[in-house]
């Protein structure tokens, strides 16, 4: 593969990786404390599933970037690469949809449920959640244009 | 080898070709898992459209004669579901065009645009149904648990019956997920990059 085809996944890839990390760092030094009727409770990432799922997958995908960044690229590789990149992909497209949806609750509630929501008390806890779904978001799509762009690698199609 | 057939054209000299094995039982096993996958998504998206449950509760007494209010559980009052059904409802319409394409779809001469299209399609779709999924099941499992941090109380040990029948939705959406990543893995692996000599534009 010629060096001007790798550069823009090079590119992508870094990207991707900044992107990841950054979203793992900022949901786990996201923190806040509110105190009501004389009792504090602190918000954490450890305090739902979700985000602690949303933590290990950054950190998943972050690794695997960092891996594969400094692989050389042998045409034989490239499937698994390929298959590899969609796995990642689909880990960071699910994270970011799950964390969307519990901080959609914690922003509005949920009245049929009886949830109410909690960003008025914790709203420098919801900022960071905020920032961090942003930054995942942002990887999950460049790891997606990664993928589109191999496959345009793969299929070289004629100009007509 | 005699069951390889070039698809596309290629420029002169020793480049990449993509090749694609026309093997029958790769075809009919790609098939048979899209079909799968199609009912599998397609009664993610039923189970869950039509999951609703009702309950009466007793607010209060006057006199002798209880007051009942009805309480609703459906699954729009959750965004999470709402798009729940919307990406398995996309997915199983993709399932069905893909199935229907490689019924029919050898007397259509598209160019060589049918091999790029459906992994990109393929991969678009395993990506919206992933996103679909897990956030119906982070939010089932919100549920189930509730999160005493937040003071969010479980609704399942009341809506029993709407709970069961979310997670079986769920449970038919992860298989056609599954399913779905096995054919896009295996459309993926039957791309093949070989280096060609002289291969000119078929006739």
Redesign the interface.
């Known amino acids: 593969m010629t060096l001007a085809k790798r550069v823009p996944i090079f590119l992508l890839r870094l990207l991707a990786l900044g992107a990841s990390v950054t979203a793992a760092v900022v949901m786990v030094s996201a923190r806040d404390s509110a105190q009501v009727l004389n009792v504090t ?1 602190e ?2 990432y450890t ?4 985000f602690k ?1 949303f933590v290990i997958i950054n950190a998943v995908a972050g690794g695997y970037t960092l891996i594969v960044l400094f692989c050389p690229s042998k ?1 034989s590789l ?2 698994f690469l ?2 590899s990149d ?2 990642v ?2 880990l960071l ?6 964390n ?3 901080g ?3 922003k509005h509630g ?1 009245s ?5 929501p ?1 960003c008025n008390q914790v709203p420098k806890f919801c900022n960071h959640v905020a920032g961090a779904l942003i930054a995942n978001f942002v990887a999950s799509l460049a790891y ?1 244009v990664i ?2 762009y191999s ?1 345009h690698i ?5 100009k007509p | 080898m005699a069951d390889e057939k070039v698809v596309e054209g290629a420029e002169n000299g020793a480049c990449q070709t993509p090749v694609v094995s026309a093997n029958k039982a790769n075809d009919w096993l790609i098939f048979l898992l899209r079909l799968f996958a199609f009912f599998a998504t397609v009664s993610a998206t039923v189970v869950m459209a039509i999951n609703k449950q009702t309950l009466t509760v007793v607010v209060a007494t006057i006199g002798r004669t209880p007051i009942q209010a009805s309480v609703t559980a459906k699954f729009q009052h959750t965004p999470a579901f709402i798009f729940f059904v919307i990406a398995n409802g996309l997915a199983s319409i993709h399932n069905l065009l893909m199935l229907i394409v490689e019924l029919i779809g050898h007397k259509f001469d598209f160019k060589g645009l049918r091999y790029l299209l459906i992994p990109i399609l393929d991969m678009l779709n395993v990506a919206l149904v992933s996103g679909g999924t897990s956030a119906a099941v982070f939010i089932g499992e919100l549920a189930r648990n509730g999160n005493s941090h937040a003071k969010w109380n479980k609704i399942c040990d009341k809506f029993s019956t709407y709970c069961n029948h979310g997670g079986g939705a769920m449970i038919a959406s992860s298989i056609g997920l599954v399913l779905m990543i096995i054919v896009t893995v295996i459309s993926i692996t039957k791309l093949r990059i070989q280096k060609s000599q002289n291969y000119s534009r078929l006739p």
């Open positions: 409770f918000a954490n305090n739902s599933p979700t799922y045409v490239f499937r390929l298959v969609l796995i992909t689909l497209d699910s994270s970011v949809s799950a969307i949806a519990i959609q609750v914690g949920n049929h449920a009886g949830w109410l909690i997606l993928l589109l496959l793969v299929l070289n199609l004629p």
